[in-house]
């Protein structure tokens, strides 16, 4: 048995009999006007974070969502999309899927604005979508990328990025690890299949997203996740795990490479109203503004005494340079 077919088997499982423990997500459960979200739902939350943000919910857009869990967050797009098929959601997992029929009945008594059909369920690979090219606004997992190995990580983001229209979004929630981890956590199958071992670092997360061609990538959130100890894991010494909410942009490629917010800002304290790097950046005199690491390093290499760069607080959340 493979690694892929474990998670198959956990999750399976999961869908016929709901698992609190399975995840952790630190997100507070939505609460928006006429929103309302089944217990069950609720109890087949198997993300480690959040990928609905309003902000990119605008104009009725296509969505995606890779990996159903028990539908909260199909239930949640629905409430920015109520139409038809607006939302798709795929998964391979045959329980997983009609668990998730099950629940939006329940939505549907609870929420008197829901209806089923906007959801479209599809039974699907994370590797071969099926979905066209070109025809999603706003693509997004929750606690999945993190269950692949590198070769099949690489094949699933690409997918998402082929259905991506231009300028769509890639929103995801995946546990992190700035730590080595060993090979007997790295090699246990249900361990991966728990988002726990397959964690990456955050710079090999975000050179994943930009070589498969994503221009911006923004860091939205970063948070404590799960320790991995020595008494309970195979490792002599605690692991820290973290959880990040990023959202991946197509857009170009700038020629000087991807733009990378992971929460810093410049500020401006010269003599000045203002000051202009001639290069598309504007620092109004005491006004933080968000950049990019890129700009950042730019704006660093000028050596001046009058502005001033935080450190990335991996919070990002709009506006800005770029």
């Not at 919910?57 to 920015?80: A, D, H, R, T």
């Not at 795990?241 to 990378?260: L, R």
Request: net charge negative; glycine share 6%; charged share 25%.
């Amino acid at each position: 048995m493979n690694y892929l077919e474990t998670t198959h088997n956990l999750y399976k499982e999961a869908a016929l009999t709901p698992d609190i423990g399975l995840c952790c997500t630190t997100n507070p459960i939505w609460e928006l006007p006429g929103l309302k979200i089944p217990k069950i739902m609720q109890e087949m939350n198997y993300g480690c974070g959040s990928t609905v943000h309003p902000r990119d919910l605008s104009n009725n857009p296509k969505i995606l969502y890779v990996g159903v869990g028990g539908g909260m967050e199909l239930l949640q797009f629905s409430y920015f999309s109520r139409q038809k098929n607006g939302v798709i959601g795929v998964d391979i997992v045959d329980e997983m899927l009609e668990a998730s029929r099950k629940n939006f009945k329940e939505s549907e008594i609870l929420n008197p604005w829901f209806k089923s059909e906007f959801v479209d369920l599809r039974k699907g690979d994370a590797l071969s979508l099926p979905v066209e090219d070109n025809s999603i606004d706003v693509a997004a997992q929750n606690c999945l990328f993190n269950i692949f190995k590198a070769d099949d990580l690489k094949q699933a983001i690409a997918e998402m990025y082929r259905v991506l229209k231009p300028y769509g979004r890639l929103v995801m929630s995946d546990p992190t690890c700035e730590q080595p981890m060993n090979d007997a956590l790295r090699n246990d199958d249900r361990l991966r299949a728990l988002c726990l071992s397959g964690s990456l670092p955050i710079k090999d997360y975000v050179k994943m997203l930009t070589d498969a061609g994503f221009g911006t990538i923004e860091i939205r959130a970063r948070k404590p996740y799960r320790i991995l100890d020595p008494k309970n894991y195979p490792t002599n010494e605690l692991i820290y795990i973290e959880s990040i909410e990023v959202a991946a942009i197509k857009d170009p490629m700038p020629e000087d490479g991807p733009c990378v917010f992971t929460g810093k800002a410049a500020i401006y304290f010269g003599e000045n109203d203002y000051f202009d790097d001639k290069k598309g950046h504007v620092l109004l005199k005491n006004q933080p503004l968000a950049i990019c690491d890129k700009t950042a390093n730019v704006l660093a290499s000028l050596n001046r005494d009058d502005i001033f760069i935080s450190e990335s607080t991996f919070h990002y959340d709009g506006g800005g340079c770029c």
